[in-house]
Every structure is written in structure tokens, then in C-alpha cells.
């Protein structure tokens, strides 16, 4: 394919190529985000949860609580509403937790949707390119009254370009796009087992507290009295 082709197809069929260029840039956007955004999470988040579990078994939810304020980690929202909730109604303390987690899970998906649409349409708008630039080519060969299978495979070869343009741009949007869905499930079954060692530290911290008060008085043995 010549320059001239190049030039020809890109005068003839911009609107689509700057199309799947607007969907290329917007793909790279949202790949770089997510990359930023999902760097050292579970790392980072590790480290935060066995520093408020340390906090919670030594009993000290004051400090726990200003780690979840200060933290600028996802975990620091959910475990810092666990333990709002835990000091008014303890018995709901599972619930908040787990609802807290689904959220910044959803959080995680953020653009996702926008990285599977580049990848799932990229490819029909490539192909609607092709199709266009077809019917214009025999178009242009029924209007000159000239033709020949030269000419014809020329035209159908520039106007596929526009087909190879949006497979390109929707093959490294699909891979990346199932690579963050596959990070993303792992860091939420992380995040399960986080969540339960935090409730079973406050669980056992619950119980150590509650356990002298509840527990049976032993009397002292009374004394023999003199015979």
C-alpha cells in the first residue's frame, strides 16, 4: 500500500479512524488509571490491617479508629465503619463490615465499563469503516465506467485498514480488560479473609472484656469456728 492510498483513505474515511483514535486514546487512559489506582494494593492494605487488628487485641479502639480516619487505604473505610458500628450495636458489626467491603470492591471496577466498550466495539467500527470504503470504491468504479480486479482489490485493500485499526485497538482493550477483571476478584477474596480476621479480633476482644464480669464469683471458704 502506497502513501498516496494512505493519504486517499484517511481523506476518505477520517470520520471513522478518528473515531478509533478517540476509543484508542480513551482505552489507554482508563488502562494507565487502573494500573495507578490498583499498584500495591493488597501490599498496602496488608500492612494496614495488622496494624488496626494490633490495635483492636490490645483493646485500644481509640487508636484503631484514628488509623481507619487517617489511612488512605480502601480497608481504612471499611473497618473504620465496622467499628463505628460495633461500638452502638455490635450484633451488626458482620453486616456493615461485609456491605462496607462491597463497596470498595465496586470502587475498584471504576471506567471498567468504558475499557470492555472500547474492546467490544472497536472492532464493528473498524468493520463499518471497511464496509463504507467498499461501497465507495465500486461507487467511484461505476461512476468512471472503469474497473478491473487491480483496481478493486486496491480499493477493498485501503478500505480495510479501518478493520485492522479497530482489531488493534480492541485486542490490548479486551487483554487488559479481563486482566484488571481477574486482579480485581483476587483483591476481593483478600479482602474477605482481611475482613474476617478484623471481625474475629473484635470478636475475641468482645469476649475478654465481658468475661470478668460474667464470669461465677468463688467464694472464699469460711472459717471453722472453735469447738
Known amino acids: 500500500m502506497t502513501w498516496e492510498t494512505i493519504r486517499n483513505l484517511i481523506h476518505d474515511e477520517w470520520a471513522i479512524l478518528l473515531l478509533l483514535l478517540l476509543w484508542s486514546v480513551a482505552g489507554v487512559a482508563v488502562i494507565c488509571e487502573r494500573i495507578h489506582a490498583l499498584w500495591r494494593v493488597l501490599p498496602k492494605s496488608e500492612m494496614f490491617k495488622n496494624r488496626v487488628i494490633e490495635a483492636v487485641e490490645r483493646g485500644d479502639l481509640a487508636k484503631a479508629a484514628a488509623l481507619c480516619e487517617t489511612a488512605n487505604d480502601p480497608l481504612g473505610e471499611v473497618f473504620g465503619r465496622g467499628l463505628r458500628v460495633f461500638a452502638k450495636t455490635p450484633q451488626k458489626t458482620a453486616e456493615a463490615v461485609n456491605s462496607q467491603r462491597t463497596v470498595a470492591l465496586a470502587a475498584f471496577k471504576r471506567y471498567l465499563w468504558a475499557l470492555g466498550t472500547v474492546g467490544s466495539s472497536a472492532p464493528f467500527v473498524g468493520l463499518f469503516g471497511t464496509v463504507v470504503g467498499i461501497l465507495k470504491a465500486f461507487q ?36 487488559a480488560y479481563n486482566y484488571f477483571v481477574a486482579k480485581i476478584g483476587a483483591i476481593g477474596v483478600q479482602y474477605k479473609v482481611y475482613c474476617e480476621e478484623f471481625l474475629y479480633a473484635l470478636g475475641d476482644m468482645a469476649r475478654a472484656q465481658a468475661a470478668p464480669a460474667g464470669a461465677p464469683q468463688v467464694l472464699p471458704a469460711e472459717k471453722s469456728q472453735p469447738a
Open 140 to 175: 467511484s468504479m461505476s461512476t468512471a465506467g472503469t474497473g478491473g480486479f487491480k483496481v478493486v482489490s486496491q480499493g477493498i485493500a485501503a478500505a480495510l485498514v479501518a478493520t485492522a485499526a479497530g482489531l488493534l485497538v480492541a485486542i490490548y482493550a479486551i487483554i
